[in-house]
């Protein structure tokens, strides 16, 4: 080989070496597998160095995890929809039979590929491609972190889009953001985004995000599984104090929601975020990189819609964590408390401490060892799945007796997150029934959910009580079970054992016998109302009143029996109870025992006779023996 030849080979092989190199480095560095995204590399974000999410030691972190301990956990994206063209979903979104799907909460249907796609407008009638965003801002993450196969994104289009003069404006209603978080807690998700919202002062009495006691009862029910995260919110002329109560932004506001204000560069929370002691952390959401129309564009964007996507990941992260380390996975609870007491940079805004995420403390703080500043409850929420009657019962679970169905009772403590979470265990839940000085009050269980059935009918209520120290903090939910009306062909008289059977099964018919009680009582009577006074009579004529009718037939024949409760006519005869009454001595039992008297006084008899015989043989035996020694003496 000549020496310019050797020169050359000397050179590709430098060079290759080079690029190896480069190659482990940047492998090392956490930037290996994300290649740039539209022109710009990951590793001119300002977000994901050091001093902010910290990307770098989160990879490293994940790097040395044993990935065989893992499975894939899910962060669900409730917003406008995800075009699954976009290079930056690929092999990211949830998947079934290898096609990516997803759930349009509006229409409460499953979907799929064209129907999951983006359908977001602004106001101008420009193409926003809103959830593209927020959930670009996941999947350029997961990418970073190599957790392609960890994390999977499960799409819900929540949105409704209403015209506006020329344009289509995008909107979220509460019942449609109830279904998308009891469909995330369906599927397993870790945690639910939402980069949406609305102010108190825009909200409408129909449609109070503060108060709506279904978003109440799917966010208490879902929080014991997985991370609720929503946007603090924004305003353009300069974000808004959470201490005024107009100016709250809801869901974030709400009790049992993480949320996510934004910060800059500099480290400090952007002019336009809503900040407060209603909301929980600052992530990153300046100048956010993320995927903008389908297939490959990109925007810069910024909000705290795109600061939240950075904490969903981070409840993600947490689950994962760990898996990899062998331990209990913590709830939505659990992860909602490391949150709030992570030991990462603070900043300050309008007298407020506010924490900033740091995703490299989330994966390397020693929370069980985290020293917790617990603070005592102030009060107990209760949320549950029963609907509220109208008029007089309007605070009050209203069902009718016939379709009693389970309630599922959930308490919060509040303020949310910050107290002990061995206080749930010590709840109580009480049943009260009863009025005034006759009340009477049943504990039935202990903890932070309780399933109750009714089995007392009218008005009772059921209780969660705890006792702190000397403190008693509690709050009931008012119960009302209607009696079920008496109406023909729905009960039916039969006997007292049969009451609580269906009318189909209960007996119609039977035999009595003279002189011996039989207690007859109405099908149905675990839904009546038992004050209400109860006719009974025999052939047509009055014969008793009650709850139940004990019937002594004098003679033999044949008998109807029926009722009347309270003012509903006698019973149609079809449901009448018909009586063949027979002779006493006729019960099988009776002569069964007759026969047997009969018996045991012959064989009585009989035994009498034998014993009178042998007494009479030995007596004269006796007296032939007595007469025997008077002759031999004589």
């Known amino acids: 080989m000549s020496l310019r030849a050797r020169k050359t080979l000397f050179v590709y092989i430098s060079i290759l070496l080079c690029i190896a190199v480069f190659s482990a480095c940047a492998s090392a560095s956490g930037y290996a597998l994300a290649a740039d995204y539209g022109g710009n590399d990951s590793s001119r974000l300002w977000y994901y160095q050091s001093g902010a999410l910290d990307v770098n030691n989160a990879r490293s972190v994940v790097d040395s995890w044993d990935k065989n301990r893992l499975s894939p956990v899910i962060i669900a994206v409730a917003d406008t929809g995800i075009d699954v063209s976009h290079e930056l979903f690929g092999g990211l979104l949830y998947t079934e039979n290898g096609e990516p799907v997803g759930f349009n909460s509006r229409t409460n249907k499953r979907i799929t590929a064209a129907e999951l796609a983006d359908n977001a407008v602004n106001a101008d009638g420009k193409v926003e491609k809103h959830g593209n965003s927020v959930a670009g801002v996941i999947a350029m993450l997961i990418k970073e972190l190599g957790l392609q196969d960890y994390i ?30 009891n469909k995330a807690n369906e599927i397993g998700a870790c945690a639910i985004n939402l980069s949406l919202g609305i102010y108190a002062s ?16 799917a966010i208490d029910n879902a929080r014991e599984k997985m991370l609720i995260v929503a946007a603090a919110g924004n305003d353009e002329n ?15 506001a709400r009790e049992g929601v993480f949320s996510v204000m934004n910060y800059t560069e500099d480290g400090t929370i952007h002019a336009n975020s809503n900040f407060g002691d209603a909301y929980d952390i600052a992530a990153p959401g300046t100048d956010i990189y993320t995927a903008k129309f389908s297939a490959s564009s990109y925007q810069t964007l910024s909000g ?37 007491n992570l030991d990462s940079a603070k900043t300050q805004k309008g007298g407020y401490s506010i924490r900033l995420l740091d995703l490299g403390a989330v994966l390397t703080q020693d929370f069980e060892n985290t020293e917790y500043d617990y603070v005592p409850p102030t009060s107990i929420k209760i949320t549950h799945n029963g609907v509220l009657g109208t008029a007089e019962y309007e605070d009050a679970v209203y069902m009718q007796a016939t379709r009693v169905q389970p309630l599922t009772f959930i308490a919060r403590l509040n303020p949310y997150g910050e107290t002990s979470p ?61 009696y079920a009306p008496y109406l023909a062909g729905e009960v039916r008289v039969t006997y007292e054992q049969n009451m609580f059977d269906d009318v189909s099964q209960a007996p119609r018919g039977g035999v009595l016998y003279t002189h011996a009680t039989t207690v007859f009582a109405l099908t149905g009577l675990k839904y009546a109302d038992r004050t209400v006074p109860i006719k009974w009579f025999v052939n047509g004529e009055l014969a008793g009143e009650g709850f139940t009718f004990a019937f002594k037939p004098t003679r033999t024949g044949y008998y109807k029996i029926s009722a009347q409760y309270g003012d509903n006519p006698v019973l149609d005869t079809t449901y009448v109870f018909d009586a063949n009454v027979k002779p006493f001595v006729a019960r099988p039992l009776d002569l069964s025992m007759l026969i047997i008297g009969l018996c045991i006084l012959i064989a009585a008899g009989a035994l009498a006779a034998v014993l009178a015989q042998r007494h009479k043989k030995i007596k004269e035996e006796n007296k032939s023996e007595a007469a025997e020694a008077d002759d031999a003496q004589g």
Request: net charge negative; no cysteine.
């Open 152 to 181: 999977k994104i499960y799409p819900i289009k929540a949105n409704s889009l209403s015209r506006d003069g020329k344009s289509e404006v995008s909107s979220f209603s509460i019942s449609s953001i109830v279904k998308a978080i």
């Open 238 to 252: 300069g974000g808004h104090d959470s201490a005024i109560a107009g100016d709250r932004f809801y869901p974030a």
């Open 304 to 340: 705290t819609s795109l600061a939240t996507p950075f904490a969903s990941v981070a409840a993600a992260l947490l689950q994962l964590r760990y898996m990899a380390e062998g331990k209990t996975v913590p709830s939505g609870d659990g992860v909602a408390r490391m949150l709030k």
């Open 422 to 482: 061995d206080l749930y265990d010590s709840i109580q839940w009480i049943l009260e029934s009863g009025d005034g000085d006759s009340s009477v009050e049943t504990v039935l269980g202990t903890g932070a959910k309780f399933v109750y059935t009714a089995e007392i009918y009218g008005d009772t209520a059921i209780t969660a009580r705890l006792v702190y120290g000397d403190t008693v903090i509690e709050e009931s939910q008012a119960i009302h079970i209607e």
């Open 202 to 217: 825009k909200m409408s009495s129909d449609a109070d995000w503060s108060k709506d006691r279904q978003l109440d009862y």
